[in-house]
């Protein structure tokens, strides 16, 4: 187990050995290359991941085979867990790389039965369900209630480098604007510094 993973995985909430060398018995570590599909809509999933170095964002498409960008994932993080981003098995929607990626990927059946058997399992779904409630509870405030300007902000505030890390037109399908909109909205924003 590498010190880096080791790390995130007590950030986690896995302070234990014991729950960290399950854990990692039973994840594999995936890399990604940049704009590599990691899973896609539609199609069969039986994991749960962890984003442990790297930039991916979850994607759909229009009726009209436009693709938006609908969630951004910065390590370490988690990605939205299975029960909450499938149905019927199946994914409601694509993830891909941004940026060079690693994940530990650990099939649902196992995490399922380890949280069964060990508090530190259980204690991390439960958080996992917790802050993905409160995160889809601001992200609809915010983009109903917000501006695109303040919605840029709020990015900002969250993410403070990703314009400098991953492609504009996903940070402006992200923020429900044209790309020429956020390079107007840029442009203003840099004058009022």
């Known amino acids: 187990m590498t010190n880096h993973f080791d790390e995130i995985l007590t950030g986690f909430g896995f302070v234990s050995s014991l729950s960290r060398q399950q854990f990692v018995n039973h994840a594999q570590v995936l890399e990604f290359t940049k704009n590599q599909e990691i899973f896609a809509e539609g199609k069969k999933n039986t994991f749960e991941y962890l984003l442990l170095s790297g930039i991916s964002h979850r994607y759909t498409f229009t009726d009209l085979g436009e693709m938006v960008t609908t969630g951004l994932y910065v390590a370490p993080a988690v990605i939205t ?24 990927a650990i099939p649902v059946a196992e995490l399922d039965r380890l949280r069964s058997s060990l508090a530190e399992f259980r204690d991390f779904g439960q958080r996992v369900i917790e802050q993905e409630l409160v995160q889809s509870i601001q992200q609809e405030v915010t983009f109903r209630s917000f501006s695109a300007k303040e919605r840029l902000l709020a990015l900002r505030r969250r993410y403070p480098l990703l314009e400098n890390l ?9 923020l429900g604007i044209t790309h020429v909109s956020f390079s ?10």
Not at 81 to 89: I, L
Not at 184 to 193: F, I, N, P, T
């Open 184 to 193: 107007r909205l840029r442009k203003e924003l840099a004058l009022e510094d």
């Open 166 to 174: 991953i492609p504009h037109h996903i940070i402006a399908s992200y």
């Open 81 to 104: 867990p299975h029960f909450a981003r499938t149905s019927q098995g199946k994914s409601m929607f694509s993830l891909q790389s941004l940026t060079e990626v690693v994940l530990a």
